[in-house]
């Protein structure tokens, strides 16, 4: 069965300071999607990345950047120089049966942040 | 851009009535989902759609039903709304995956959200 472990569970940090969102999963497929959301107080979740399980390289979006390590089963995520608008829940997500027509995603429970001035 | 609508953002109902929730998406996706969210359980799939008038069901179908009549509007239904489905409800929409080279496939698009109060 899939699976997507957010070990921690509440994280504060001081405005400026870089912090990292753990994201560990379990799949038995060879070909697999793993995602990043952002839900802030407002409820929305926000898509921030998705990334396939053929592709281990890093990838970096301005103040964000992700590091993907398939020999550790690792998808994390981190924010450089923290901003009080980084306060949010972080899920981290799993696709299950990729590529079929009846495709869904497990979503880890979710980390929330609070970025503090 | 993706757009998801919710048609409330809050919802007061009492226990046993019958509860409508809806969901409309623009971009024209196959697949629409319906989660719940609740304080230490993260998302739970209640339901999906991958097609007009198909569905299956998720981690938590029961106490639900869903209608899919037309490809850009997903309805979840509690037949008998309950206190223990008070909760935050989340509609997602996304495109058919193709292939490992879509890069749309696959992603979910969430809307606003409902946040639905049972008394």
């Keep these: ?117 | 851009d993706v757009k998801v609508t919710q048609s409330s953002r809050y919802l007061v109902k009492r226990t046993g009535e019958k509860v409508f929730l809806e969901c409309v998406q623009d971009m024209d996706h196959e697949n629409m989902f319906w989660y719940r969210q609740d304080p230490g359980l993260g998302l739970r799939l209640i339901y999906f759609s991958y097609d007009v008038k198909m569905k299956e069901k998720g981690d938590i179908p029961e106490g639900y039903s869903v209608s899919r009549e037309k490809k850009e509007r997903f309805s979840l239904i509690l037949e008998s709304a309950s206190t223990n489905q008070t909760s935050m409800y989340l509609c997602a929409s996304s495109l058919w995956p193709v292939n490992l080279n879509n890069r749309a496939g696959e992603t979910q698009y969430f809307g606003p959200g409902t946040r639905l109060l049972v008394l």
């Design chain 1, 1 to 117: 069965a899939q699976k997507v472990t957010q070990a921690q569970t509440e994280i504060s940090v001081v405005e400026k300071e870089d912090v990292t969102l753990d994201c560990v999963y379990e799949t038995r497929d060879t070909t697999y999607y793993l995602f990043w959301y952002k839900q802030p107080p407002s409820g929305e979740l926000v898509f921030l990345i998705r990334r396939n399980s053929f592709d281990e390289q890093n990838e970096i979006s301005g103040r964000y950047s992700w590091n993907f390590q398939k020999s550790t089963s690792s998808f994390n995520f981190t924010i450089t120089a923290s901003q009080v608008v980084d306060s949010a829940v972080y899920f981290c997500a799993l696709s299950e049966a990729p590529n079929q027509a009846n495709s869904k995603l497990t979503f880890g429970k979710g980390i929330t942040l609070s970025v503090r001035p």
